[in-house]
T-cell receptor
Framework: GEQVEQRPPHLSVREGDSAVIICTYT??????FFWYKQEPGAGLQLLMK?????EINEGQGFTVLLNKKDKQLSLNLTAAHPGDSAVYFC???????????FGLGTRVSVFP | GPKVLQIPSHQIIDMGQMVTLNCDPV?????FYWYKQILGQQMEFLVN????????KSKLFKDQFSVERPDGSYFTLKIQPTALEDSAVYFC?????????????FGSGTRLTVL
């Protein structure tokens, strides 16, 4: 079945710098891709969902890139600020699988 | 935004006992999910539930597990009897539709420790 590898597991970022989290998946039939953010004590909050037909997606303070050739999904935090400190999860789904397949998560810490 | 509430946030129980994890999903959502995350491992799909029935379940959803949502109250996951390997964080989620790209709203999880 689908496997998702997420790296790095931890990321320390100076405020104002950028940071990249990468997920690599295995199933070429994967079609839906998600990034979730989990702040301490809170549930997973959806940052962005991406369809396989869209390669570049911009959100508020971040960009999501989908590289289907290499089966990679990346989250690029631009100009990090303290509110970006959280655990970030990627998740992948195809049309027939049960549920979402998650990465292990990346703990991001933004320091001044 | 919409919130999913999970009660309790932590639960400690002796092996062999029964435990019920409660989830208050987003109002007007129709699809409900449980995911399990063992410490240091990925979050994994357990089950989804719609219209009073289990729609899909994974191999992790053992015979000792059951789910229900009586009369629109809490969506619950019951484990009876519990085993040591059931120790994990259990996340509840809900969505308004089952379409593959539909947004799932997650709770903050219940950490279950089986002694």
């Amino acid at each position: 079945g689908e496997q998702v590898e997420q790296r790095p597991p931890h990321l320390s970022v100076r405020e104002g710098d950028s940071a990249v989290i990468i997920c690599t998946y295995t199933d070429p039939n994967s079609y839906y891709f998600f990034w979730y953010k989990q702040e301490p004590g809170a549930g997973l909050q959806l940052l962005m969902k991406v369809f396989s037909s869209t390669e570049i997606n911009e959100g508020q303070g971040f960009t999501v890139l989908l590289n289907k050739k290499d089966k990679q999904l990346s989250l690029n935090l631009t100009a990090a600020h303290p509110g970006d400190s959280a655990v970030y999860f990627c998740a992948v789904r195809n049309n027939y699988a049960q549920g979402l397949t998650f990465g292990l998560g990346t703990r991001v810490s933004v320091f001044p | 935004g919409p919130k999913v509430l999970q009660i309790p946030s932590h639960q400690i129980i002796d092996m062999g006992q029964m435990v019920t994890l409660n989830c208050d999903p987003v109002s007007n959502h129709l699809y409900f999910y449980w995911y399990k995350q063992i410490l240091g491992q990925q979050m994994e799909f357990l089950v989804n539930f719609y219209n009073g029935k289990v729609m899909e379940k994974s191999k992790l959803f053992k015979d000792q597990f059951s789910v229900e949502r009586p009369d629109g109250s809490y969506f619950t996951l019951k484990i009876q009897p519990t085993a040591l390997e059931d120790s994990a964080v259990y996340f509840c989620a809900s969505s308004s539709d089952r379409v593959s790209a539909e947004t799932l709203y997650f709770g903050s999880g219940t950490r279950l420790t089986v002694l």
